[in-house]
């Protein structure tokens, strides 16, 4: 027989607000009120009862795609001002919702208009300066490649004589392709009675392009596994960041490939 346990809401959810439920045979469901949560692997399984007052519960996060969330948990979810995320155990995001601002209709217009009246342009000089930045600093200070970070500097430096949203992107591109190269020889420690099980290609960050995809998509050691599962939270989060704000996550400034998707 499973072992089941029931655990108060105190002990699962972190100061964060975040829960997640992950396993097989998830199942989120309304009883009594209370948001009742099943999940687990096997014979160890996890029940959760949240009640509507108290709970601290900020975003509910479900890792896998066997079991069922009924529209009443969704609508319990929503009114006590939470979100949900579902992606899949590669990191793929399936669904978001969350709180969404009141629709305002100059802003929808102005994000609508953003590409053709310059704009997006500005913002995406912006927001590439400040990831090249960041990327040019770990790289620096962290991985101590002063070489590469000089680099990732002068492709930051030509960002201001960007003239199009296109010039934007290749400056990306060729800083991605410097920042994910000084990370391809970086070693990966396991523990020492693991050492002979574990792959070579595991023993290093290696390549961003899986050989299966030629691209980040299906990953084929755990570094970058983890990193397209980080890739995916941070695409649930800045959705649900762009709804709160009364943006449409669907209308886009600046499109990268997802082999230059950078932190």
Same mark, same amino acid.
């Given at each position: 027989?499973?072992?089941?346990?029931?655990?108060?809401?105190?002990?699962?959810?972190?100061?964060?607000?975040?829960?997640?439920?992950?396993?097989?045979?998830?199942?989120?469901?309304?009883?009594?009120?209370?948001?009742?949560?099943?999940?687990?692997?096997?014979?160890?399984?996890?029940?959760?009862?949240?009640?509507?007052?108290?709970?601290?519960?900020?975003?509910?996060?479900?890792?896998?795609?066997?079991?069922?969330?009924?529209?009443?948990?969704?609508?319990?979810?929503?009114?006590?001002?939470? +979100?949900?995320?579902?992606?899949?155990?590669?990191?793929?995001? @399936? =669904?978001?919702?969350? &709180?969404? *601002?009141? #629709?305002?209709?100059?802003?929808?217009?102005?994000?609508?208009?953003?590409?053709?009246?310059?704009?997006?342009?500005?913002?995406?000089?912006?927001?590439?300066?400040?990831?090249?930045?960041?990327?040019?600093?770990?790289?620096?200070?962290?991985?101590?490649?002063?070489?590469?970070?000089?680099?990732?500097?002068?492709?930051?430096?030509?960002?201001?004589?960007?003239?199009?949203?296109?010039?934007?992107?290749?400056?990306?591109?060729?800083?991605?392709?410097?920042?994910?190269?000084?990370?391809?020889?970086?070693?990966?420690?396991?523990?020492?009675?693991?050492?002979?099980?574990?792959?070579?290609?595991?023993?290093?960050?290696? +390549?961003?392009?899986?050989?299966?995809?030629?691209?980040?998509? @299906? =990953?084929?050691?755990? &570094?970058? *596994?983890? #990193?397209?599962?980080?890739?995916?939270?941070?695409?649930?989060?800045?959705?649900?960041?762009?709804?709160?704000?009364?943006?449409?996550?669907?209308?886009?400034?600046?499109?990268?490939?997802?082999?230059?998707?950078?932190?």
């Amino acid at each position: 027989m499973a072992a089941s346990h029931t655990l108060p809401h105190s002990h699962t959810i972190r100061k964060s607000g975040v829960l997640v439920l992950n396993g097989y045979g998830i199942r989120v469901q309304v009883n009594a009120g209370h948001l009742l949560l099943h999940d687990g692997i096997a014979d160890e399984r996890r029940t959760i009862r949240l009640p509507r007052v108290n709970h601290g519960l900020k975003r509910l996060v479900i890792i896998g795609s066997d079991g069922f969330i009924s529209l009443e948990s969704l609508r319990w979810v929503s009114s006590v001002g939470a +979100s949900f995320l579902m992606l899949d155990r590669k990191g793929k995001v @399936l =669904a978001v919702t969350g &709180p969404v *601002a009141p #629709a305002d209709a100059k802003l929808r217009r102005s994000q609508t208009l953003a590409v053709g009246n310059g704009t997006a342009l500005k913002l995406s000089k912006e927001l590439i300066s400040r990831k090249l930045t960041g990327q040019e600093l770990l790289i620096r200070d962290m991985l101590h490649d002063s070489v590469t970070a000089d680099t990732i500097a002068r492709f930051r430096d030509e960002l201001p004589r960007a003239e199009s949203l296109e010039v934007v992107r290749l400056i990306e591109s060729q800083a991605a392709r410097s920042y994910w190269q000084s990370w391809s020889d970086l070693p990966i420690h396991w523990p020492r009675q693991d050492e002979r099980r574990i792959a070579e290609h595991w023993k290093r960050f290696g +390549s961003r392009i899986s050989p299966i995809t030629h691209s980040p998509r @299906l =990953a084929c050691n755990p &570094p970058n *596994a983890l #990193a397209n599962f980080l890739y995916g939270l941070l695409e649930a989060e800045a959705t649900v960041a762009a709804s709160a704000m009364g943006l449409l996550p669907e209308i886009g400034l600046l499109h990268c490939d997802a082999a230059n998707r950078i932190p």
